[in-house]
């Protein structure tokens, strides 16, 4: 199969950064990540390009001050971690690495890496961290679930009242960002995926594809800044469609969202923001 071009680009860029790293002689491999990583198939036009680098002994100072082994093409970089840097290649290509040594590798949380390059005295178990192929997320725990659904509750509360002080904003982040996320952790455990494989740090990574009944709500729940109490009532909806075993136990809680999300929907003119916000 002929590998596409926009991938096929991702890859060369791989090649190009593994002969820089050999020919430095200071790195002992070079490991793909996400969809350059053992998911190789997961690629597209999309993808960036998530990579660790193998530092030999006392050279992870050195690689990080000198980026010559990235094969030159950088026309942005900065440094986001202590370990690594985000950077731009000319052609668009968003890259982010980290550079370690063999025990910051060992300490560090990733799944399913890719030896792209390894020197012959590289550790014998790299990629290290292996997840078979089958494994989905675990189950959350009663507590977990409880945790969720109170938080996704008394965020929509607060939203909704933020929105009819006029602060739509902070209304928004509460409803949309804080809330749903909660609700779309309870939804995703409560729900069998369709297909696609899991992110393990991410429930919101290829949702469409994993959930897509559910994903058929997230219009209604993410409507904009100016749409809070609809979204409220939305969230509502899909918590309540869950089925949830602590459901009943928060009804006066999910009642009082209800009530005070009807009433913003029926007033529609929130008090203006005058002086300074208390609350």
Known sequence: MTTPEPVAGLL??????AAGLEASGQALALLGLGSVGAELDRADRYSDLDFFVLARPGQVGALLEDLGWLGGGVVHAFRNTPDGFKV???GGVLGEFAVFDEAGLRDAAFVNARVVWRSPDAPADLPLHLRPPEARAQPL?????????????TNLLVGVRRFRRGERLSAWQFTQVYALGHALALAA????????RADPYGVERRFEVRY??????????L??????????LAILDLLDALHLPGWADAGALSAQVRREAREALADRTPRAVRGRLHG
């Open 141 to 153: 725990s009663a507590a977990q679930r409880t945790h969720h659904l109170n938080e996704a509750l």
């Open 189 to 196: 455990d409560a729900t069998p995926p369709q297909s696609g």
């Open 12 to 17: 060369a860029r791989l090649d190009l950064i």
């Open 212 to 221: 897509p009944a559910l994903a058929a709500r997230l219009g209604g729940c």
């Open 223 to 232: 409507p904009g800044l100016n749409g809070t109490p609809g979204a409220a």
């Open 88 to 90: 731009l290649f000319a």
